[in-house]
């Protein structure tokens, strides 16, 4: 009943019609079974098989791969606050790099001027600060 799909009582309708063999051994009714509607069964179970083999592959596939997409979420949001403190430094370094320059070039024009210039210079700052 398994192989061919069908109820129990159409085996024994089928058996009775003669479209189905069977022959008595002891208590046991055997049924034979013509070989495309077996081979057809066998290719369908092993399709079956294979299929849930497969889905099986693939839970633990999933299963596999979700600590490393969690592990991979940690790295990125790593990466992107790198990726800020590397920003926020490179802005100091510019925001340096150009006071730095200014106070180059300022210390290159004072070079040029006369050291009582330079002191009246000084002088007027601190007057301008209020400290003397």
């Known amino acids: 009943m398994e192989v061919l799909a069908i109820l129990r ?50 839970d633990y596939l999933k299963s ?26 490179q802005t100091i370094i510019i925001s340096l790099t150009q006071t730095l320059n200014k106070i180059q070039q300022q210390l290159l024009d004072s070079r040029n001027e006369s050291w009582w210039k330079r002191l009246l210079r000084i002088r007027k700052n601190e007057e301008i600060t209020g400290t003397i």
């Open 9 to 58: 009582s159409t085996l024994f309708r089928k058996i009775k019609n003669g479209e189905i063999k069977s022959k008595m051994e002891g208590k046991k009714k055997l049924v034979q079974i013509p070989v495309e509607v077996s081979h057809e069964t066998q290719l369908t179970q092993m399709r079956e098989e294979y299929i849930g083999e497969l889905r099986n592959q693939i």
């Open 64 to 89: 596999q791969v979700e600590p490393h997409e969690s592990q991979n979420r940690v790295l990125q949001n790593e990466l992107s606050e790198r990726n800020e403190v590397i920003t926020r430094n």
